[in-house]
């Protein structure tokens, strides 16, 4: 039991490493002007805050409003 509380605690971690690298890929993209990779990491980005029991931030609703429009 503890062993897999600690698995889960590595795999979120983990997800949690990864979101912030797509952040900042996503800023560099954008800063860049490059819509179509700012786009595909937006649903990357998106992706993985799926996958992540993290709540999800007012910037990153906002975000993910931008995909709607």
Same mark, same amino acid.
């Given at each position: 039991?503890?062993?897999?509380?600690? @698995? #889960?605690?590595?795999?979120?971690?983990?997800?949690? $490493?990864?979101?912030?690298?797509?952040?900042?890929?996503?800023?560099?993209?954008?800063? =860049?002007?490059?819509?179509?990779?700012?786009?595909?990491?937006? $649903?990357?980005? #998106?992706?993985? $805050?799926?996958? =992540? =029991?993290?709540?999800? @931030?007012?910037?990153?609703?906002?975000?993910? =409003? #931008?995909? *709607? *429009?």
């Amino acid at each position: 039991m503890i062993a897999q509380h600690y @698995d #889960l605690i590595h795999v979120e971690n983990n997800l949690l $490493r990864q979101i912030k690298i797509k952040e900042n890929q996503l800023k560099i993209a954008q800063e =860049s002007n490059m819509p179509y990779v700012a786009e595909a990491l937006q $649903r990357q980005l #998106l992706e993985l $805050r799926c996958q =992540s =029991s993290e709540p999800q @931030d007012f910037e990153f609703k906002a975000l993910m =409003s #931008l995909l *709607d *429009d």
